[in-house]
């Protein structure tokens, strides 16, 4: 029997929530709602969400300030901000503070359950049936990516990301020194083909590299921007 997907959809808008509740219920996901910042974070840090839509204006407490409470309390839950138009400024502050996707308002209800789904692709852990089997490991000197357990550590240290860093990461390190341009990596980690904004890209690898580089530089510096093209896992020679 599978195990029902939860998502928190948070938007101070009746209408928005009502709009995207009845559009993912029929997807057969389980949908809370909130109103507000405060009780986003109450729900949230009580409750195991598979992925949380998050409006970025809301008076009080905002969709960012909600973020940035999550990412310190830990919780790593996939975020999607919900943004108007006008706000690039705040979906990049998004993307540095944790997001793992954005969509803008007004916005298609069918492209809302896309980004979901991709996004539940990547995060969502379903048991192993070949639990006996050998573990999934991507192993470096300075880094080593345990898939099955969804864990990063470089040199011994546990690196915390949010699940789109990891998959980044993980996509990355599969195949060293080959090289990826921006679109490659919305298709392949995103899964966007005719949407997605190409610094989403390039504020997930700087992100990901502040982290990285906080246990250590080494394996920050693993992640190589290749000038007018895009990124690669580049494996240093010792």
């Keep these: 029997m ?13 209408r928005i929530r009502r709009l995207l509740n009845m559009y993912l219920s029929r997807e057969g996901f389980e949908i809370d709602e ?16 598979d992925c949380i839509l998050l409006d970025l204006m809301m008076p009080e407490k905002d969709g960012l300030e909600v973020l940035q409470e999550l990412r310190d309390e830990k919780k790593m839950t996939p975020v999607i901000l919900l943004t108007a138009k006008g706000e690039e400024s705040d979906r990049v502050a998004g993307f540095e503070t944790g997001a793992d996707d ?10 809302v359950v896309l980004r ?6 990547r ?15 991507v192993v470096f000197p300075q880094l080593t990516i345990d898939h099955d357990a969804h864990r990063v550590t470089a040199e011994g240290k546990e690196v915390n990301l949010t699940p789109k860093e990891y ?16 679109e490659q990596l919305l298709k392949e980690v995103w899964h ?14 700087k992100r990901l590299r502040e982290k990285l580089s906080r246990v250590s530089e080494s ?15 580049e494996v240093p020679n010792e």
């Design 167 to 182: 998959e980044l990461l993980y996509f990355l390190a599969k195949s060293p020194d080959k090289v990826f341009d921006r």
């Design 219 to 233: 394996a920050a510096k693993m992640i190589v921007t290749v000038w007018g093209v895009g990124y690669k896992f």
């Design 102 to 111: 954005y969509i803008v308002k007004p916005f298609s209800p069918r492209e």
């Design 2 to 14: 599978e195990e029902t997907v939860r998502l928190l959809v948070v938007d101070d808008e009746d």
């Design 192 to 205: 966007y083909e005719f949407f997605g904004d190409l610094r989403t890209v390039d504020t997930h690898v």
């Design 116 to 121: 979901v789904k991709a996004i539940l692709r």
């Design 34 to 49: 909130a109103v507000d910042g405060a009780e986003a974070i109450e729900k949230a840090l009580a409750n195991h969400y």
């Design 123 to 137: 995060s969502v852990t379903f048991p192993d049936s070949t639990a006996n089997s050998s573990k999934d490991l």
